[in-house]
């Protein structure tokens, strides 16, 4: 099975601030990853896949690179909405999620 | 706009059995793999469970493999799993989510979720 690891678990950080999140896949995934954005009490929302393509409708401060096994998402200056936890996903097997990462307010 | 609601979540126990429905709505159903996701509280995101278009693949966790059967109604635009021998594990907030293709074989991620159906095992 394909192991998921992200970092940090937890950010702190203020508005304005670039953040970036990295996850690392435990065999070469190519470019099949997703990163999710999860608000309390709220379905995941689908922010990148394959790697680096931005959904349709998400702002351009979100943005994902990487391939093989290491991937980051970076947001280029943090919005109040953007406090959240946010998932990487590997879909070149089966799934795996890693373990997600809460971004605080610093 | 498409929706999923999902529905046939309660409290169950242990060893006993529950039927998750999604009813799903502003898309072409048949055109897309569908699939499960659980989330238990205060935890994170679980693969479960995914269906492709015409229910010719299937694919399992291992945490569910034997207990749980997912299957699709595309003449009623409907996705379900039947969970079997639950244990206390099971125990979270189940998601219902549509694939942005409509093969499990080729990779892709998911685009649309539903808000969950919560499901307790608990004696």
């Known amino acids: 099975d394909i192991q998921m690891t992200q970092s940090p678990s937890t950010l702190s950080a203020s508005v304005g601030d670039r953040v970036t999140i990295t996850c690392r896949a435990s065999q070469s995934i190519s470019s099949w990853l997703a990163w999710y954005q999860q608000k309390p009490g709220k379905a995941p929302k689908l922010l990148i896949h394959k790697a680096s393509s931005l959904e349709s409708g998400v702002p351009s401060r979100f943005s994902g690179s990487g391939s093989g096994t290491e991937f980051t998402l970076t947001i280029s200056s943090l919005r109040p909405d953007d406090f959240a936890t946010y998932y990487c996903?590997?879909?070149?097997?089966?799934?795996?999620f890693g373990q997600g990462t809460k971004v605080e307010i610093k | 706009e498409v929706q999923l609601v999902e529905s046939g979540g309660g409290l169950v126990q242990p060893g006993r059995s529950l039927r998750l429905s999604c009813a799903a709505s502003g898309f072409t159903f048949d055109d897309y793999a569908m699939h499960w996701v659980r989330q238990a509280p205060g935890k994170g995101l679980e693969w479960v469970s995914s269906i492709s278009w015409g229910s010719g693949d299937i694919g399992y966790a291992d945490s569910v493999k034997g207990r749980f059967t997912i299957s699709r109604d595309n003449a009623k635009n409907s996705l379900y799993l039947q969970m079997n021998s639950l244990r206390d594990e099971d125990t979270a907030l189940y998601y219902c989510a549509k694939g942005k293709r409509s093969s499990i074989v080729v990779p892709a991620a998911v685009d649309y979720w539903g808000q969950g159906t919560l499901v307790t095992i608990s004696s």
């Open positions: 996903q590997q879909y070149n097997s089966y799934w795996t």
